[in-house]
């Protein structure tokens, strides 16, 4: 009988063990790479990862894409490449009347919020969160603005999942209150739509801001936007690279020429379909659902009380991993994605959905059979 209890006390802990298992982040997966080529990240001891985040999604053509590597080893002068990469984004965003590049996303916020605040005269920001924006709650940010009168420079909103009648709700609310309308499409701007959400929508902010994907992942980033709030903008802006702007430039090129988001949206699309057949078909989506644009889908536990859905999470990522797949949740694809890798994604969801299925309901990710555990 001790004996017994004793297995059955180490079974339970093992399960909590496995539960709390991570993979390694993102960050540190690239950080340790030996070489990234196309959808493919290998690490140094030789294995290889297909890769569904794709640096946050900023790559959209693959790794190393050789056009971009050509135009970065035959760059021209820094001038010239920054006018270039102006003037192709002045073609693809409506609100873009200039542009200014910084050398990264965090850069190019702090100085649109200083143009914005110099603007207006004044000091407040207001940072509209996703799940506000996922909600389409116009009548929350009205009642925000609202309470601080007089007292907001700019609005910072990210249109992952906005609609139409929402994004023109705070184009109207900022217009009426003289509030600066920025618009942070790192994200969405040529992976969504080629012109980003403003496009998409026919809502056209003051201000956009752009990130690596320009650049195809290289670090750089943008601040387009109407003349007026870009002339506050600082003039001691930091300097970017010409090797950056140069891959800048032919990566416009290519979301024009091959119609990136377009094809992005088909791949993604194909991806949805596919895995949601397979948490269907595994009885994985009672706990898991997939959620987003199709180029930009994510994998989430589903809330329940009493579940412990951070780490059913983990449990898929950690399975992935294994199996040789860099998701964390994440199905932003690029262009190298062909139909191979994708038959590898999904051969690896039928692998581990079944096991995971099982884990879930032997209760290994109730959060009080867990701390049980742990306590014991």
Sequence with gaps: M????????SKTSSSAARARRVAPSYASALKSARMALGAVVTDRSGAERLDLCNADGSVLLGWADARVENAVANARS?????????????????????????????????????AAKRLTGRDGAFFCDDETVARNDSAAITAALDRHAGQVAALVVRPMEAGRAFLSSLRRLCS???????????????RVHKGGMQAMHGVTPDITLLGAALANGRPIAAIAG??????????????????????ACATLDQ???????????????EIEAEVLRR???????????LYGDPTWSIIAARPRPGFDGEALENA???????????SFGAHAPSLALGPAQLNRLLAAYDAVLPSLVERARSGEFDRRLRRSALAR
């Design 255 to 269: 979301v024009v020429r091959a119609d990136v988001p377009e094809n992005l949206t088909l791949i993604g699309a």
């Design 279 to 289: 948490l269907q078909s595994s009885g994985a989506s009672a706990w898991l659902g």
């Design 316 to 326: 898929l990522a950690c399975a992935l991993y294994q199996r040789g797949i860099l």
């Design 176 to 190: 009426r209150d003289s509030i600066v309308l920025i618009f942070d499409e790192s994200r969405t701007a040529f």
């Design 78 to 114: 820094d001038r010239h490449c920054q006018a270039e990469a102006a003037e192709r984004i002045g073609m693809l965003l409506p609100c873009a009347e200039a542009v200014a590049f910084r050398s990264n996303l965090t850069h190019a916020l702090t100085d649109a919020l200083g």
């Design 226 to 247: 109407r003349i007026d709030p870009l002339r506050h903008l600082s003039a001691s802006g930091d300097r970017v690279p010409g090797t950056a702007l140069a891959a």
């Design 2 to 9: 001790a004996r017994a209890a004793a297995q059955a006390v």
